[in-house]
């Protein structure tokens, strides 16, 4: 699943190629792609429909468009009230492509704008990931609704590092676990963690009640440290399933220095890296850099 970096990079390509232009009509290929906006395909078209994305926000894994309001003359009033919220799930693509280009095998949702330019298509082989139109939260920073309980990233100026030490140093759990929770800090998957962990030598099951003050701080500034890395180099891609509004992969991957690498020496001290269960997926770590200590 794309993490925070992979996230940013497609917000970026919005950024760029699409904010500020006004809607002309959306269509739905599959239903499922929009199943979380309840009143269905053809309020969602129309609810699109003469409105301009504003701009192109996002906190953790969630991207949203502000919609500008569709009776001011531009469209683009600072007052927006309603967002196009996209979640890429495992496999969702946002790709700028020309009017007229191939339709795409897992094409599911296509916005074409008033200014004949470069629709804007959403693909998605899995169809996990998901578009609705809805509204934004009055309070604080304007995000949208059905996110409102997910923590900041901490890439956000909203995130707090003395508040959030706080909460982690209340909870039972293991560091790993806490890092995947989406409610004290976005955008970190497995991916990230484990970077960020290998950096901060801090084994994933470490109790959160062992971690210091000082730790903790080593450990966010690890991972802000990865992410920046990562979006310098496109996010990470594995395979095709993730790529810029462009069409492009990213290639952090090959400068990963534990995730997916079982048994290759680690980069720091040479010893083999360990590849371990963890809810379903894996953790990679190294035992010699990343002891496990205060269980």
Partial sequence: ??????????????SRWVAGRTIAQAEVLHARAIRRH?????????????RTLVSAERRGKYLWMPLGDPESASGAGSGSSEALLAHLGMSGQLLVVEPGSPVEKHLRVRLSFDDDGPELRFVDQRTFGHLLV???????????????????DPLEEAF?????????????TEIKRALL????????????ADEALWRARLHGRTPTRALSRRKTGE???AVREVMGEALGQG?????????NVNGESGYFDRSLNVYG????????????VLREAFMNRSSYSCPRCQPLVGS
């Fill in 1 to 14: 699943m794309p993490e925070l970096p992979e996230v940013e990079v497609v917000r970026r390509g919005l």
């Fill in 38 to 50: 309840v009143p269905g395909a053809a309020e969602f078209a129309g609810r699109l429909a003469g």
């Fill in 134 to 152: 809805a509204p934004l939260a009055p309070l604080g920073r304007p995000v949208p609704e059905p996110i409102v309980h997910i923590a900041a």
């Fill in 160 to 172: 707090d590092d003395e508040v959030f030490a706080v909460r982690l140093s209340v909870r039972q």
């Fill in 181 to 192: 929770d989406q409610s004290l800090i976005s955008g970190v998957g497995n991916i990230y």
């Fill in 219 to 221: 450990l966010l500034a």
């Fill in 235 to 243: 996010g990470t891609s594995f395979d095709s399933l993730y790529v």
């Fill in 261 to 272: 690498r079982q048994g290759e020496p680690c980069a720091r001290c040479g010893g083999p």
